[in-house]
């Protein structure tokens, strides 16, 4: 295992150094009819795409309070979908929002007037979303039904457990960031067969907290995510690698990256911990090779099919 991945932690500001750079072309908006609602989407499929060759499908959801137009111009997908003839789509969450299925009722330290989110209060399908964007664009396009991913960020990080957990028998992997598991999720926890998981979380998270149960949150810890993943995909042995801290880099953060081995069905499960007190995870940089976050997502759904 390379010993110097590291993670970089950089703020939100878009003039950041360690920004990770808008992909080199924008997909087309597109709209769906879903559960009575006309739900909005982006998609970028590459110009010179062959359609007769099955393309594996990226889901890239967003945070909360965004939408997917957002994501597409901060991170480096499209230009991956490019590069590999891969196709990427980018839902958007009612009023900028998932109904990641923690619960109204599971919202906690809520300000006085708070009341959650739209797409909580009136449960929207979202998990059906993501399934009827699948069957829409596998009637469209020949999509390789064992290569078929999600990731997101924060409140798409979570929406990302809950899709994996709902549509195990359809997602292969997913690679969920500053996020958990929703604890109404990780009770009932129904997946149909192992998934390739790849979390990425900051152990000072103020908003999502490693312990669990984060403002305005209903999640469990993320070492119960891990072992209900752990659990259902089978997993054996574990090894850690420690990096060194990173000077004059988010406060010279330290990070560590955990590998599971012997799962079940070839799945991969991988956890990159970073510790500096942040939301805001901005990128993974192995030092060798100059890899961002993206990449380092790109990469472990390039290996996480199914077999």
Same mark, same amino acid.
């Given at each position: ?53 099955? @393309? ?131 009770? @009932? ?63 010279? @953060? ?21 510790? @500096? ?31």
């Amino acid at each position: 295992m390379n010993t110097r991945n590291l993670l970089v932690l950089a703020g939100m500001v878009a003039l950041s150094l360690h920004a990770v750079p808008a992909a080199s072309q924008t997909g087309v908006d597109r709209t769906i009819e879903h559960d009575d609602r006309m739900r909005e989407y982006r998609l970028y499929v590459p110009p010179d795409l062959d359609r007769l060759k099955p @393309a594996p499908l990226v889901f890239a959801l967003h945070g909360g309070a965004s939408k997917g137009v957002w994501l597409e111009e901060g991170v480096a997908y499209n230009e991956y979908a490019k590069r590999d003839g891969w196709i990427v789509v980018y839902p958007s969450g009612v009023d900028g929002h998932w109904n990641d299925l923690r619960g109204v009722e599971g919202w906690l330290g809520r300000p006085p007037g708070f009341v959650p989110h739209r797409s909580h209060r009136e449960n929207v399908d979202d998990v059906g979303l993501i399934e009827a964007l699948l069957a829409e664009l596998s009637a469209e396009f020949a999509i390789d039904d064992k290569r078929v991913f999600v990731t997101g960020r924060s409140n798409g990080g979570v929406m990302s457990h809950t899709v994996a957990a709902m549509l195990a028998d359809r997602i292969a992997a997913i690679a969920p960031i500053v996020s958990s598991m929703a604890r109404p999720v990780y009770e @009932a926890f129904p997946p149909s067969r192992p998934v390739s998981v790849l979390m990425i979380n900051d152990k000072g998270d103020p908003l999502r907290l490693w312990d669990g149960r984060g403002e305005l949150s209903n999640d469990v810890s993320v070492p119960e995510a891990i072992a209900k993943w752990k659990q259902v995909n089978g997993c054996g042995s574990e090894q850690t690698v420690s990096a060194e801290a990173i000077a004059g880099e988010a406060d010279d @953060a330290r990070v560590s990256h955990t590998v599971w081995s012997d799962c079940a069905e070839g799945v991969n499960m991988e956890l990159y911990v970073v510790e @500096a007190n942040s939301h805001q995870v901005r990128a993974v940089l192995d030092k060798d090779n100059e890899r961002r976050i993206d990449e380092v997502i790109w990469s472990f759904f390039g290996r996480s099919g199914r077999r």
